[in-house]
């Protein structure tokens, strides 16, 4: 498909309505759930992953697949179990009939791909995936494979049970742009939702975006003008997350052990730019920055003792940053 606009500023409005109504469609079977729905797209038009914290049944893996039909990608589950091994989800090599090697690819080659509670798989197993996240590729006996392209991996883990899980690493949450915290719908939402499911019946969402649309348009949002004050926010904001460092916010030095790195900062960037352009902006402001920061730090600072004791999430230290 050849997307045709006569300047950038058409083809960002084009995205705009291309962007409600894809809401629009994942309305249709999502009861609730538009602040998640909103940052699932944000990283994905920012052509990185996300990382989904939230307990069962809250209907994670229905909005994902919901999402993928709207845009025409391709869509694969991986249950993540103790035994789940790294050809599992890469794929393998088979002898064929004429005694050649062939390469069967594994379910990572698809758009959009849901590990489902990354944190019940051993830490070799979750490697290999944080490892064709960031590479884009799989390497087999020295022929490397390229993933699709669009690429968007959705992890979730299971905030509850701790036994029988591999958590991961904070160097590994790292490669995720975003850290999304699922909660429980409103009382009306899970009125709405029973409604809506007890009878078997569920509305298919229409196509609204294309494959190539999606390329087009995160291409797009890569040639977006940001100013240098909003470049220097975001990277001040990572800055004094740092404990005893000379920009240290106080509350950092007091209550955490560990700051965000530089990735945070590119992190707050590219989203602030997607986040405002899906809202209609030509150019991201601070409060784009500020609108994608709890999802953005949130797996980046590692709190202490001091803030158990005293009942100080980490939610409240980000409030705390934000207002310096």
């Known amino acids: 498909m050849e997307l045709n606009f006569k300047n950038d ?31 699932i797209l944000v990283a994905m038009f920012s ?22 039909k709207a845009v025409n990608l391709t869509f694969n589950r991986v249950q993540f179990t103790p035994d789940l091994m790294p050809s599992d989800i890469m794929g393998t090599e088979i002898l064929d009939e004429h005694k050649n090697f062939k390469f069967i690819k594994g379910p990572i080659f698809a758009n959009i791909v849901l590990a489902d509670e990354i944190n019940r ?8 995936l944080l490892e ?8 087999m006996n020295g022929v490397t494979y390229k993933l699709p392209d669009p690429f968007f991996v959705l992890a979730t883990q299971n905030p ?7 958590p991961l690493p904070e160097a590994q949450q790292d490669r995720f742009m975003f850290n999304i915290h699922l909660d429980y719908p409103t009382f009306n939402e899970e009125v709405d939702i029973v409604k809506s499911t007890i009878h ?20 797009l949002l890569e040639k977006v003008p940001i100013a240098d004050n909003v470049y220097q926010y975001a990277v001040n904001l990572a800055t004094i997350t740092r404990p005893n460092t000379e920009k240290a916010h106080p509350w950092t030095s007091q209550y955490l052990t560990w700051g965000a790195g530089p990735r945070a900062s590119q992190f707050l960037i590219i989203g602030a730019r997607t986040h405002a352009i899906l809202h209609g902006k030509y150019s991201p402001d601070i409060e784009d920055v500020k609108s994608v920061a709890h999802n953005i730090l949130r797996h980046r600072v590692i709190k202490n003792y001091k803030a158990e004791a005293e009942g100080i999430s980490v939610s409240d230290i980000i409030n705390e940053l934000l207002k310096a």
Not at 10 to 18: F, G, H, T, W
Not at 53 to 64: E, Q, S
Not at 160 to 166: A, K, L, P, S
Not at 200 to 219: A, N
């Open 9 to 39: 500023v058409e083809a960002i409005d084009a995205l705009v309505k291309k962007y409600a109504e894809l809401k629009t469609e994942v309305r249709k079977v999502i009861v609730g759930q538009d602040k998640i729905v909103e940052d």
């Open 47 to 68: 052509r990185s992953h996300a990382l989904l914290i939230g307990v069962p049944g809250l209907a994670k893996t229905l909005m994902i697949t919901t999402i993928a």
């Open 121 to 128: 798989t051993p830490p070799k197993t979750q490697s290999a």
């Open 132 to 139: 064709a996240m960031q590479e884009r590729s799989v390497s």
């Open 160 to 166: 509850i049970e701790q036994e029988g899980t591999y």
């Open 200 to 219: 078997g019946k569920m509305e298919e969402p229409r196509q609204v975006l294309s494959v190539d649309e999606i390329i087009f348009y995160q291409k």
